[in-house]
């Protein structure tokens, strides 16, 4: 069985939780989610803690449940706190910036990459070369961070390009010349 999953869910001051058969419904000060979990797994509200259990001993449920906890989690964590990934650019000309609520990439393309964040994203430039994604869908947060990087990602030669914060691109040798 899943460690992970006998963990209780604890659910901080200012959220509220509803349960109705297995859809979970959780509200906070951010926004507000909701979870329909599988019918192999079934979840109790005890006070300010949320214990999920599964309904019998198969392997494909062990999985379901420590998957169950943490999707439920962080939606608990999501409309209490929040979450964000950072972005960096390097590259020479390379920068971001915003219009209203549209980022604006100069990728080196000839025309410039324009990104609107879908609704419940927040994007923040901290300087030209870092973005921020905050929001409080956790999900939604990686997939825009994901998109942005798809833009350009890393090159492995010179390292241009747009890459998580913190990540580490593998640099590839460049041609030697003749001898």
Do not use: W
């Amino acid at each position: 069985m899943s460690r992970i999953g006998k963990a209780p869910v604890i659910i901080p001051d200012k959220v509220n939780v509803t349960i109705q058969e297995n859809l979970v419904k959780v509200s906070g000060p951010l926004g507000s989610l909701d979870c329909k979990l599988r019918p192999e797994i079934s979840i109790v509200k005890e006070g300010n803690t949320l214990i999920l259990k599964p309904n019998n001993e198969e392997r494909k449920t062990g999985a379901l449940y420590g998957l169950s906890r943490t999707l439920v989690n962080n939606m608990v964590v999501g409309v209490s706190q929040g979450f964000s990934k950072m972005l960096e650019i390097q590259g020479v000309g390379y920068k971001a910036a915003k219009e209203g609520n549209t980022l604006i990439l100069s990728l080196g393309y000839s025309h410039p990459v324009k990104i609107e964040p879908p609704q419940g994203i927040e994007i923040v430039l901290e300087s030209p070369t870092k973005i921020t994604i905050k929001g409080y869908d956790k999900q939604m947060v990686g997939d825009v961070a994901a998109l942005i990087r798809s833009k350009r990602p890393p090159e492995v030669y010179k390292g241009k390009g747009v890459r998580y914060s913190g990540e580490v691109v593998r640099r590839k040798a460049g041609k030697t010349g003749k001898k």
